[in-house]
Each structure stands twice: as structure tokens, then as C-alpha cells.
């Protein structure tokens, strides 16, 4: 079982946020072992972005993928000797350029700009279809 990892700036304060990221985490374990932290700044990302495992920066300046390529990409780390995805989201100010280095790949999610706090949820949503994808679920169809 694949285990995923989401690296947040700052907390999620609106409940109505914390229920979607609740839900989304209920349907993702299902699939894989996922764990969610919270940092104060992109300092305090650093020394988490020492693992083996493949990260991946959300930025504006990333590749776009769609939701099969984004599926494609998880489903194939296995086979690429990882057990561990760690996806990094930085705060509404964007990321550093020394947190973008540790990572093995850029994603955009769009050109827009989105709250940080929401992108989670939509990065959330994205896993869950991935999967839902790789297993042939019912809730990307």
C-alpha cells in the first residue's frame, strides 16, 4: 500500500474545510496510508522534505496534468521502487525556490491562483480520483 503524505502551510481554520479534507481522507484510505502535516512556514517543510520518498510541488509554474496522467503517475511509483508520495503545498505566498529543489516534480493544478487552505481539498479530491482511476472506481466515470 502506497503511502501518501500532504505537506501544508498553515492550518485549516474554516470547518467547512476541515469536513471536505475529513471526507476525502475517509475515501483515500481506503486505497493508501495518508497522513497530512502542517507547518508553520516553508522553514519548517525543509527537514520534512529529507525522505526517500517522490514529492511533488504544487506551483503555478509546474506541469499540468490531467486526472489519468495524475493516476498514471502514482500508479506507476510502486513499480519505480517508492512506497512514499509526498505532495507539498506552500502558503499564500507561494513556495521557496529551496523547497521546489528537494522536490522530484512541479504540478500545476491551473494558472489561476487558488487559497492555499482550498487547494487542499482540491489536491485531496485529485488523489481520491487517482485512485478511484487506478481501481477502476465508480467515481471517476
Known amino acids: 500500500m502506497l503511502n501518501v503524505t500532504i505537506l501544508g502551510v498553515g492550518t485549516l481554520k474554516e470547518a467547512y474545510l476541515r469536513d471536505a479534507v475529513k471526507e476525502y481522507s475517509k475515501r483515500i484510505n481506503a486505497y493508501a496510508k ?18 526517500k520518498a517522490y514529492k511533488i510541488a504544487l506551483c503555478v ?25 509526498v505532495f507539498v503545498i506552500g502558503d499564500s505566498d507561494g513556495m521557496g525556490e529551496d523547497v521546489k529543489a528537494l522536490c522530484d516534480f512541479r504540478l500545476s493544478f491551473s494558472r489561476m491562483t487558488f487559497p492555499h487552505q482550498l487547494m487542499r481539498v482540491i489536491l485531496l479530491e ?12 465508480k ?3
Not at 488523489?127 to 481501481?135: E, K
Open 126 to 137: 485529485q488523489i481520491y480520483r487517482a485512485f478511484s482511476i487506478l481501481h477502476n472506481g
Open 61 to 85: 509554474e509546474g506541469v499540468p496534468l490531467s486526472s489519468e496522467e495524475l493516476a498514471e503517475k502514482i500508479g506507476a511509483l510502486p513499480v519505480r521502487g517508492y512506497s512514499e508520495i
Open 139 to 141: 467515481y471517476h466515470k
Open 34 to 51: 495518508l497522513t497530512i502535516k502542517e507547518t508553520g512556514s516553508d522553514r519548517e517543510l525543509l527537514p520534512l522534505l529529507k525522505t
